[in-house]
């Protein structure tokens, strides 16, 4: 990061993407990312987001702890850009 900023000529452009969610195709993120390739930004984040616990209620009245992941992980969408 401080190499792209130290070599710049001008204004950079970049943004940060969210990996889709999970049955979601990735085609969507590339069709949003196309149009913005024409300012040709240096790099492109990928956010990670980090799965949920939720709690679900048993019918003997204790609460079953569950651990959601609601998007893949970030190094299969950074491969694919």
Request: net charge neutral.
């Amino acid at each position: 990061m401080t190499d792209i900023l130290a070599n710049a000529k001008g204004c950079e452009f970049t943004f940060e993407i969210l990996p889709p969610l999970k049955g979601q195709k990735a085609q969507e993120i590339f069709d949003h990312i196309d149009p913005l390739m024409e300012f040709k930004p240096p790099f492109i984040d990928v956010t990670y987001h980090r799965e949920e616990t939720v709690y679900k209620r048993l019918p003997n009245g204790l609460l079953q702890e569950k651990v959601v992941r609601k998007r893949p992980g970030t190094v299969g969408i950074c491969a694919a850009l």
